[in-house]
């Protein structure tokens, strides 16, 4: 089994910055993508941001330019940094792990809250 837990969110002004860690514990040989989706109230969780093992990474449209994740294969642990925070990035947001053999995003964290203030 694999854990993932999430720290980093909290309250924010808009334009601010912060940045969400993402620690994996367990069986790491099993996960190789790792990322972090995002649920705002009323609406479907969505990819922001996703990295492979060998560190390449793929963005939603919506948060390039600003967003960064990163990987630190040694700790298990990735990164989101967020830049210019807009009151619409406000969500719940998920680390999330891609089992390296049954595929697709198989292990969750549990979410950590970021609020952006206009």
């Known amino acids: 089994q694999v854990q993932l837990v999430e720290s980093g969110g909290g309250l924010v002004q808009a334009g601010g910055s912060l940045r969400l860690s993402c620690a994996a514990s367990?069986?790491?040989?099993?996960?190789?993508?790792m990322g972090w989706y995002r649920q705002a109230p009323g609406k479907e969780r969505e990819l922001v941001a996703a990295?492979?093992?060998?560190?390449?990474?793929n963005y939603a449209d919506s948060v390039k330019g600003r967003f960064t994740i990163s990987r630190d294969n040694a700790k298990n642990t990735v990164y989101l940094q967020m830049n210019s925070l807009k009151p619409e990035d406000a969500a719940v947001f998920y680390c999330?792990?891609?089992?390296?053999?049954?595929?697709?995003?198989?292990?969750w964290g549990q979410g950590t809250q970021v609020t952006v203030s206009s």
């Open positions: 999330a792990a891609k089992h390296s053999v049954l595929g697709g995003w198989y292990y």
């Open positions: 367990g069986s790491i040989s099993r996960i190789n993508a």
């Open positions: 990295i492979t093992s060998a560190g390449s990474t």
